[in-house]
């Protein structure tokens, strides 16, 4: 049972970098042709897909988010991490790191928990 | 972009009722649609994909149906563990998009 958890900084300051790693558990990153995402969520709003990356490191972006975003993996560490530069408080949101299904499909079959990240002085 | 708009955006039931959610595309994206629930404090969990096909592990008082830009979700006999957020996600083109979720409440 594959299972993804995130984890970072819960507090960020504005125009500073958010940075956030998931860690994947239950199975290899690299195992298998998976796609991994990073999702957000504002409080009380609906979900916003932030990009993904191929354990081969390739990696597409969201353009309303692209200037801003880098999305790496570590597969030694079998994580793979989201950096998010210039922030504002309309950054404050639950990020999510998910996998897509590995049919090749892009939707969402497994989900971390989600942290919660506040831009704030 | 593929904009959805999924509706209603608040849903009041009873358990037991037959309910359904749509959404609709601004363009055709054949049946590359998926569904999900959301309770609170927790992450969406996948329900539907290919817009009609059951998760594993989903109650078959769970069905989707359409295709192209129109899509629906239907719940049969509404239990108590079924009140949540719902949302659809677009998976025909990037970026990924999702409906800004309806939610689904006891009246």
């Known amino acids: 049972q594959v299972q993804l958890q995130e984890s970072g900084p819960g507090l960020v300051k504005p125009s500073q970098t958010l940075s956030l790693t998931c860690t994947v558990s239950g199975g290899s990153i690299s195992s298998g042709s998976y796609y991994w995402s990073w999702i957000r969520q504002p409080a009380g709003k609906g979900l916003e897909w932030i990009g993904r990356i191929y354990t081969s490191g390739s990696t597409n972006y969201n353009p309303s988010l692209k200037s801003r975003v880098t999305i790496s993996v570590d597969t030694s560490k079998n994580q793979f991490s989201l950096k998010l530069s210039s922030v504002t408080a309309a950054d404050t949101a639950v990020y999510y790191c998910?996998?897509?299904?590995?049919?090749?499909?892009?939707?969402?079959?497994?989900w971390g928990q989600g942290t919660l990240v506040t831009v704030s002085s | 972009v593929i904009w959805m708009t999924q509706s209603p955006s608040l849903l009041s039931a009873s358990t037991g009722d037959r309910v359904t959610i749509s959404c609709r595309m601004s363009?055709?994206?054949?049946?590359?649609l998926a569904w999900y629930q959301q309770k609170p404090g927790k992450a969406p969990e996948l329900l539907i994909y290919?817009?009609?096909t059951l998760q594993s592990g989903v109650p078959s008082r769970f069905s989707g149906s359409g295709s192209g830009t129109d899509f629906t979700l239907t719940i049969s006999c509404l239990q108590s563990e079924d009140f949540a957020t719902y949302y659809c996600q677009q998976y025909y083109s990037f970026p990924i998009t999702f409906g800004q979720g309806t939610r689904l409440e006891i009246k």
């Open positions: 363009q055709g994206i054949s049946s590359y």
């Open positions: 290919a817009a009609s």
């Open positions: 998910a996998r897509f299904s590995p049919t090749g499909d892009y939707y969402f079959d497994y």
